[in-house]
């Protein structure tokens, strides 16, 4: 799939995400510092992780950019379901657009290009994990999708401190 750039001049791609780790590294802080989970240890991104998952063919990246800046992500991992092994689908592992971005329809833009990609690959559904701190349900369901089960999270292990 080849980059769309659209008249507010933010473009959006399909990227191997080796290519955009070192802008995405910047952009997951911020997302840390917004929304992530600060009751686990630190924002600690298995890169390699992610790389070794895209060259399996089961990692789908898509940005934002303007003026040569990555502005925006979403990351999915694609499988086949567990409990339907005939069905690929796409559950998204991240998504971030910077807050200086988000004006006008940059987040939905962004979001419609990942489904077009994601169809295009063959998924069949895809599935979004939506924190209560920033709840973008409406224009999900906006886009057609349900709101379809909740997700909690409790940690039951206390972080490991090391004595220096």
């Known amino acids: 799939m080849s980059a769309i750039i659209h008249r507010s001049g933010y473009a959006f791609a399909r990227v191997p995400i080796a290519r955009v780790v070192t802008q995405f590294q910047a952009l997951a802080e911020r997302e840390y510092a917004e929304v992530g989970q600060k009751d686990l240890d630190r924002l600690n ?8 998952l895209d060259a399996a063919g089961k990692l789908a990246t898509f940005i934002a950019k303007k003026g040569g800046l990555v502005v925006g992500y979403a990351v999915f991992i694609v499988q086949t379901h567990i409990h339907y092994q005939d069905a690929l689908v796409a559950a998204n592992s991240a998504i971030y657009v910077a807050p200086e971005a988000r004006a006008g329809r940059v987040v939905m833009n962004l979001l419609r290009f990942a489904e077009a990609g994601l169809h295009a ?9 939506v924190k209560r701190e920033k709840d973008f349900g409406r224009l999900l369901e906006r886009m057609g999708y ?3 089960e909740r997700m909690y999270a409790k940690v039951i292990q206390p972080a490991v401190v090391e004595d220096h």
Not at 45 to 52: A, C, G, H, I
Not at 121 to 129: D, E, N, T
């Open 146 to 148: 349900l709101d379809s």
């Open 45 to 52: 991104v298995d890169w390699s992780r992610y790389q070794d």
């Open 121 to 129: 690959q063959g998924v069949r559904k895809v599935y979004y994990h």
